[in-house]
């Protein structure tokens, strides 16, 4: 069973997304902030990692491009899910490493599809 890491400050975007994820056979542990994203990181070995943007202490880019220097993660997929959609912030995703960047609200099939075909490929 696939384990993914949701990095959510807005309580309702983390239920649904949780909520969508577990619908699909997938364990889900989250996180509010960078702090707990990287706590989570250091004692769980995650399939992939699903990062909002905008978080309280510092930006899902941030944490996506320490998240892809690291050795011990940078082959875990990340996929940006924010509310900043515009093709300029995702490019900037994509430069930060992400593999793929997905806009709220999100389309749970679109989910999904893209969780696993990342997953199956990793």
């Known amino acids: 069973m696939s384990k993914i890491l949701v990095v959510e400050d807005s309580l309702t975007d983390k239920e649904i997304l949780t909520l969508c994820l577990q619908n699909g056979g997938i364990t ?3 996180a509010q902030s960078a702090e707990e994203a990287f706590e989570q990181v250091k004692h769980h070995q995650f399939d992939a990692i699903i990062l909002d943007v905008v ?14 220097e690291d050795d011990s993660t940078k082959q875990v997929p990340v996929i940006i899910c924010s ?6 912030d995702k490019f900037w995703g994509m430069k930060q ?3 793929a960047y997905l806009a709220k609200p999100i389309d749970q099939d679109e989910l999904m599809k893209t969780v696993n075909q990342l997953v199956k490929a990793a």
Not at 83 to 88: F, L, N, S, V
């Open 97 to 99: 490493g992400a593999d």
């Open 55 to 68: 978080l309280p202490d510092r930006s899902g880019f941030e944490i996506c491009r320490e998240l892809k």
């Open 83 to 88: 509310t900043k959609g515009t093709d300029m």
């Open 28 to 30: 889900v542990l989250t």
